[in-house]
Every structure is written in C-alpha cells, then in structure tokens.
C-alpha cells in the first residue's frame, strides 16, 4: 500500500494562503551554488519554476566565494530567505552553511542557532526533509511509544528526525542506526516504522521489514535513467510505503517554499 501525501501538501498550501495575507509582495529566495554541474542547473531551474508557483522569486546566484556571498545576502534587505544548493564544491563543508547563514533567513534549517533551537523543541526553521518525514509519519499514525529506526545519521535527516520525534508530545522511541550497526536487519525488523535515508538504490527490501510496517523512503537516486528510492518498490505489497518520487521530496519542496513565506513574515515581525 502506498502512503499518499496529498492531505498534507494541502495543509501547507492552505498555510502559505494564510501567510500570503500578511505579506503583500513576492518572496525573494536566493539560491547560492557553487561551480554547477548539469544535474545541478536542471535541478534548481525546476525549483525556480515551482516556486513561481507558489508566488516566490527564485534568483540563482553563481558563487565564487560561498562565504561571502552568504554574508551579503544575509545583510540583503531585499532577500527574504537563502537556499544553498548541493553538492557543496571548493572545500566548502555543511559547517560553513551552519555558521555564517543567517538563521532568519535560513529556510533549510540549517543553521547552527535553529538546529540548536530545535534540540530545545522550537521548530520554526528545521531540516525541510526531516520536518517531511515527521510530518508523513504523524498523518500515518499516532507516534506516541512507536519503535522507529531510520537507516542514516546525516545532519538533514537522521539526525534531526530523531530529535523531532523524540519531541515531548511526540514520544517515540527511536533508533538511529548506521553503516556500522551490527545485526543491521534483525534491527529493523523490530521497528513500527522504518525511515531510509542511505541514498542506496533499491537497498531495503523485503528481508529488512515485517508485514504490516510504516516505511518512510527519503532517497532518490537514479537507476537505469529512472528515480527510484532507497527502499524497493515492491515492499508496499506487504508494508505501507511513501512513493518515490511523489513522497517525503514532494512534501519537502512545499515546506521549503512555505519556510520562504514564514522568513518574509518574520521579517516584518510577527512570528
């Protein structure tokens, strides 16, 4: 069975309408990317059409000095919110973005301030896949006491996934396992619902899951010129499965732009 996100895109359209309200002009985001490859440029011209969209000014900025760069749209009155585009190139390391973008204006949620915010149970820039993740899981089921074990430890997702869903409120028990995890799959197999987010095609299959699991597929990866995710497909004969794509990058895309309205908001002061 797969799991549809259509409700929950929905519920964040209807939030970004609400905001919209408040701000009477068009968001700028600015995407910053150093030395873009091909995929890269195809990548961000798809966001910089979806979130006209959603009423955003997407600007594509070329970088020759990341850091520089962040310091000036940071101090830029014009710019509403910032966006770095992956993969960091020149030695440039995540750490950089965590520490010299603005946390205001830090729609991915990646700063240092707003990672330690969110360790605290403040959740108004988090991780935009991670906050995917939560938000699937939370319209799937109750969480409340549920054992969850996500495949991957990276800042942007397994990390601060766990944090949220251990969230007082929230109450899961959660597992965070890893390239070194002994017994990989006799873990997983105790799990209420498994997170996979490995960027490994195909990876978990039947022999990682029980009959009647949540799984929530993070990846996308390319297979024989085709997207597929990190968990295969045909477990959703037997497990409720997020699709890929249409899943958790779905939902993930309408956080980001909804991030982008929140920063113009904050802005003014009223968040």
Same mark, same amino acid.
Request: net charge neutral.
């Given at each position: ?15 970004? %309408?609400?905001?919209? !309200? /408040?701000?009477?002009?068009? *968001?700028?985001?600015?995407?910053? =990317? #150093?030395?873009?490859? @091909?995929? &890269? ?75 330690? %915010?969110?360790?605290? !149970? /403040?959740?108004?820039?988090? *991780?935009?896949?991670?906050?995917? =993740? #939560?938000?699937?899981? @939370?319209? &799937? ?131």
């Amino acid at each position: 069975m797969l799991i549809e996100v259509k409700d929950i895109i929905n519920e964040i359209k209807a939030e970004i %309408s609400s905001l919209k !309200e /408040k701000v009477p002009y068009e *968001p700028k985001l600015v995407s910053l =990317v #150093v030395e873009p490859d @091909e995929s &890269t440029t195809s990548y961000l011209n798809s966001q910089k059409r979806n979130a006209k969209k959603y009423g955003i000014n997407l600007e594509i900025v070329e970088s020759n000095d990341l850091i520089n760069d962040l310091r000036k749209y940071n101090e830029d009155d014009d710019t509403d919110a910032i966006f770095i585009a992956r993969p960091l190139k020149k030695g440039y390391t995540e750490l950089d973005i965590a520490k010299y973008i603005n946390p205001e204006k830090d729609v991915e949620g990646v700063s240092l301030h707003n990672i330690g %915010s969110m360790f605290y !149970e /403040k959740e108004l820039f988090v *991780p935009c896949t991670a906050e995917a =993740v #939560v938000k699937i899981i @939370e319209d &799937t089921t109750d969480v409340r006491g549920k054992n969850i074990v996500i495949l991957g430890r990276s800042t942007t997702v397994g990390k601060p996934a766990a944090i949220m869903l251990q969230r007082h409120g929230r109450d899961a028990t959660v597992t965070v396992t890893h390239t070194k995890t002994n017994n990989l799959k006799e873990v997983t197999k105790k799990a209420d619902i498994l997170v996979a987010a490995i960027g490994k095609a195909n990876f978990v299959d039947r022999s990682f899951v029980k009959e009647g699991m949540i799984v929530i597929d993070v990846g996308i990866n390319v297979l024989n010129g085709k997207i597929v995710g990190d968990v295969d497909k045909d477990i959703s004969e037997i497990c409720k499965l997020t699709p890929v794509p249409g899943g958790v990058g779905s939902v993930t895309t309408a956080i980001l732009m909804r991030n982008v309205f929140r920063a113009a908001n904050n802005k003014k002061g009223d968040l």
